[in-house]
Each structure stands twice: as C-alpha cells, then as structure tokens.
C-alpha cells in the first residue's frame, strides 16, 4: 500500500506569508505526527493526533504554528507570518495506534525556504 | 543537557567493520526508536523497543533500561549502510519522540 506522503515537496515562500503543508497518513493510521528538521538542528516534535482526542500541541514553537486533522485522516500544518528561522523540512509520520509503542512511518517531508 | 545523547557523533568504517553506535537518555520514556536517514532521503523506522534485544538482518539493537541506554549495531558493515542512524525516545505520555542529534556513519570499500 501506499505510504505517508505530503505535498508540497518543496515550497519557496516570501517572509510574512502564509503557508499551508499537507500530510496523507497511511490508511487506517490513528496516529499522527508532525516534527520539523532543521539545518543543524536535528528533529523536533511539534504536534501529535490521535483519534478524536484532544492534539498534544506542546511542541509548537509559536502561536504562528497551528495545524488541524480533518476526519482522522488528512492534516495540515499552517505557518502565519513566515519567519526566515522557520525554514526547515516539515516531516509528517503516522502510526498504527497511539502512544510511543508503535512504529513511525514517515513521509518524505516538505523543504520549506522562507526567503 | 540533552535529553537523548548520542555517540559518537560522526564514525568513519571500512567495509566489513563491526560497528556501534551508543545511546543514552535522561527522561522516561514509552520506547526507543533507532530510525535511519540516507543523504537526501526519507526517514526509515529500524527498530522500536522497550526492553531487551532485537535484531533484523545484520542490524542488532539492544536497551538497558534501568541504566537508560540501548546500543545499535551493525556487524559486516557495508557501504550501503551509510547513513545518518537516529535515536530517539517516547515520552511517557507516548505523544512525542524526543530525538538525538545522530551519528553520521560512513562506510567505505
């Protein structure tokens, strides 16, 4: 079957502008995850979906960051205001149940360039 | 401090080579992930465990949990093997992974 994919896979954007990033989770994962990569950086968490429960949004670095999971499938990560410091690769993953005991899938990330 | 410290930070190995790379960490967590990440590629999940020994092909993971570390081995290191090989924690509350910075490893013929 198909893997985590998102879209775009690579977005150049002007500073103070609004981007949307799309992830699609391998069917009938309930679990949903977001991390972002940076240049020197390493992988950060941002937000987690599971189910209909409430997000874990601790990972979110600014109120400019948001992101939302319609119908238990398809998210999608919104930067406001883009800022220089959040060019990175957006990575999305998904698993099979919640929690941290079950293995990642990952997407093969969106580079974002904020200009 | 970080909470996942990984070492060494870069490895350098002739084909053939065992290799090890070490893992430690200060939080408790659900499980640890060894994930792999070649130049310019995606991010490969290797192996999830929460106690003991796992091991897949020519990959060996193991973790210790009550000294709050695991190993990742690779025994007849292969070019192909080079990577960047990640190690990162559940939280407890199992919502996150918490992430090494990497061991680059690069094998040469």
């Known amino acids: 079957g198909a893997g985590v994919s998102q879209s775009p896979s690579n977005k150049v954007t002007e500073k103070g502008k609004d981007v949307e990033l799309r992830c699609d989770p391998i069917s009938g994962h309930t679990a949903l995850y977001w991390y972002r990569q940076s240049l020197g950086q390493g992988l950060e968490f941002l937000i987690y979906?599971?189910?209909?429960?409430?997000?874990?949004k601790s990972g979110l670095p600014s109120d400019r960051f948001s992101a939302e999971r319609t119908g238990g499938s398809v998210s999608t990560l919104t930067i406001q205001r883009t800022q220089q410091e959040d060019s990175a690769v957006y990575l999305c993953a998904s698993s099979f149940g919640g929690g941290g005991y079950n293995e990642q899938f990952f997407g093969p990330g969106t580079r974002l360039t904020v200009l | 401090k970080n909470e996942v410290e990984q070492s060494p930070q870069n490895l350098t190995a002739q084909e053939g080579e065992f290799i090890t790379i070490n893992c430690s960490y200060s939080?408790?967590?659900?499980?640890l992930h060894w994930l792999q990440q070649h130049p310019g590629g995606g991010i490969v999940s290797l192996f999830m465990l929460s106690s003991g020994k796992k091991k897949h092909g020519r990959l060996i993971a193991t973790i210790n949990i009550q000294e709050k570390h695991s190993s990742l081995h690779i025994t007849a290191s292969h070019p192909r093997d080079s990577a960047v090989y990640i190690c990162a924690v559940g939280n407890q509350a199992g919502t996150a992974l918490i992430f090494g910075k990497g061991t680059t490893l690069s094998v040469s013929s």
């Open positions: 979906f599971q189910g209909n429960s409430a997000p874990d």
């Open positions: 939080v408790g967590i659900s499980a």
